[in-house]
């Protein structure tokens, strides 16, 4: 008797059920990219404070940072940086180390979901390759915000592994440490404003 495959969709609290392996973007709800961003933490849960720091509070600051980087993007674009890392509402948030250790089927996995979400919200399955770079940049001048405001590092060891940032860019911004159910409405407001944007 063959072995029923393996299951490979994630039941959301919407009610959609995603598939992992082959994701379709009418199984993508902003309500569940939301609720599951605000409730994963980012460094493993190894940061100060009284509350982890979440991707869905990680891909708020990103897009602020596109947003100096890029002043005169479309809001398209800046919806991009806001779901840079929705994949993680299923598959979590992997710290670098870890990538490179489980390679290319991890890529693989979020490339799917991130098409599958891209289109969800009116965006292309494939970012041009400059707006890749300045979300990147985003992502990195973040990644060194956290790690030396709540991940311990000193700022020469924070420059080592993620560059020295403009401190021009990042001048008044703090990291911020919020409940999650507060954080999941932020995500949720500036998804929302960035999609009436663009109409």
């Given amino acids: 008797m063959a072995k029923s495959p393996a299951r490979a969709w994630q039941r959301m609290l919407s009610g959609r059920r995603l ?10 709800e902003i309500e569940d990219i939301a609720h599951g961003l605000a409730f994963v933490a ?3 849960g190894q940061t100060r404070g009284d509350h982890a720091y979440s991707v869905a509070e990680h891909s708020l600051l990103v897009e602020t940072l596109f ?25 979590g948030d992997m710290i670098s180390p870890v990538k490179a ?8 996995l979020d490339d799917k979901l991130t098409a ?13 390759v400059q707006v890749k770079r300045q979300i990147k940049k985003a992502d990195r001048i973040s990644a060194w915000m956290e790690a030396t405001q709540i991940a ?9 592994f993620f560059g020295t940032p403009d401190h021009a860019i990042i001048a008044d911004l703090t990291i911020l ?17 960035l999609l009436e944007d663009m109409t």
């Fill in 42 to 44: 980012r460094w493993n």
């Fill in 101 to 108: 250790a489980v390679g290319p089927g991890y890529e693989a």
């Fill in 177 to 193: 440490l919020r409940p999650p159910v507060e954080t999941r409405t932020a995500f949720t407001r500036r998804h929302a404003a």
């Fill in 152 to 160: 311990g590092f000193a700022d020469t060891e924070a420059s080592r």
């Fill in 67 to 91: 947003t100096r980087i890029a002043p005169r993007a479309p809001a398209k674009w800046r919806l991009a940086a806001l779901l840079h890392d929705a994949p993680e509402y299923v598959i």
């Fill in 116 to 128: 599958a979400i891209h289109i969800r919200f009116g965006l292309p399955a494939t970012l041009p």
């Fill in 19 to 28: 598939d992992l392996l082959d994701p379709t973007p009418v199984d993508v």
